[in-house]
Structures are given as structure tokens and as C-alpha cells.
């Protein structure tokens, strides 16, 4: 079993930044891909990040690259999302997911855990 805990969202105007947090625990071999996701209503959940903890390889949307970096401390085993230059598309419930093994994915229905989720909200 794997644990997941997001932190960090809240309300920013556009063009400002947030770090993103999830804390995870439970079983290491199960969570070696972490992955953040976001989600509004009505739509599907869409990946946007992903990291390969053993080596912090990272893997990202078309629509985040060069905005948000994904990187992890293992001493802690807490990932983060470092969101800039954020716009009012951003705005969503954003997850962090995670599995064992598979490569890299952006696809929720690969993801076994998940997190509860953490609001962000970007206003003009």
C-alpha cells in the first residue's frame, strides 16, 4: 500500500508561482513513478508531470513544459511541483499519483494511488 498527501496549492494571480507537495509513505517499490495530474470539473484528469524516483528522471506535458519542473527529495520521500508562470488555465484540482513499474505515463488509468488533491486557483 502507498500513501499520498498533497500540499501547496492555494490562490495566485497570473504569472505568479506555487510549489506543489506530496508526501508519500508505504511501500517503495510500489510508488517508483510519481506523477502529478490536474482536474476540472467536468473533464477528465489530465497528466501533466511525471518522475522516475530511483534515477529523478522526468517526463512532462506539452502544455507545462518549460513552466513546471517536478523534482523529488528522498530523504523525505516528498515530490514536488514547482508551477511558474502560471495562467488562468492552470486553475484545477491537482493530484499527485503513483505506481511501481511501467515507464513514464501521463495517463490516469495507469496509476494506482492517489492523493486526496489540492486546489489551485490563477486569476487574471
Known amino acids: 500500500q502507498v500513501q499520498l498527501m498533497e500540499s501547496g496549492g492555494g490562490s495566485v494571480q497570473a504569472g505568479g508561482s506555487l510549489r506543489l507537495s506530496c508526501a508519500a509513505s508505504?511501500?517503495?517499490?510500489?510508488?517508483?513513478?510519481v506523477a502529478w495530474f490536474r482536474q476540472v470539473p467536468g473533464e477528465e484528469r489530465d497528466g501533466v508531470a511525471n518522475?522516475?524516483?530511483?534515477?529523478?528522471?522526468?517526463y512532462y506535458s506539452d502544455s507545462v513544459k518549460g513552466r513546471f519542473t517536478i523534482s523529488q527529495d528522498k530523504a523525505i520521500d516528498t515530490t514536488y511541483l514547482q508551477m511558474n508562470s502560471l495562467k488562468p488555465e492552470d486553475s484545477a484540482m491537482y493530484y499527485c499519483?503513483?505506481?511501481?513499474?511501467?515507464?513514464?505515463?501521463?495517463?490516469?488509468?495507469?496509476?494506482?494511488?492517489w492523493g486526496q488533491g489540492t486546489q489551485v486557483t490563477v486569476s487574471t
Open positions: 499519483a503513483a505506481r511501481g513499474f511501467g515507464g513514464y505515463s501521463l495517463r490516469a488509468s495507469d496509476y494506482k494511488y
Open positions: 508505504g511501500s517503495l517499490s510500489s510508488r517508483n513513478f
Open positions: 518522475i522516475y524516483i530511483p534515477i529523478g528522471g522526468t
